[in-house]
Nanobody, 111 residues
């Protein structure tokens, strides 16, 4: 079955860290760019970070310097290491490849 499955979300205090994972199944992985998006309540879905097959990365301004995207092609997994989290980072985080989306994982930043 072709799918992307996110994990690693949860509740964290401001200033804390989380690492999200996205496992790809039933599809080629190493030849495709992968991305993380997020959507907060009442907001549109927005790009957080992306990574090419050659590991070139791109970040939204609002996470640059705090988040790191990486990939392990052997494990068919893409990661999002999030540090110095802020309440405004609260959102459902989605993994993406082309038109394929995961179901998302909720990140809540609150004291």
């Amino acid at each position: 079955q072709v799918q992307l499955v996110e994990s690693g979300g949860g509740l964290v205090q401001p200033g804390g860290s989380l690492r999200l994972s996205c496992a790809a199944t039933g599809m080629p992985f190493s030849f495709y760019s992968m991305a993380w998006y997020r959507q907060a309540p009442g907001n549109e879905r927005e790009l957080v970070a992306s990574i090419t097959p050659s590991h070139r990365t791109n970040y939204a301004d609002f996470v640059r310097g705090r988040f790191t995207i990486s990939r392990d092609n052997a494990k068919k997994t893409v990661y999002l290491q999030m540090s110095s989290l802020k309440p405004e980072d609260t959102a459902v985080y989605y993994c993406n490849r082309d038109t394929l989306w995961g179901k998302g994982t909720l990140v809540t930043v609150s004291s």
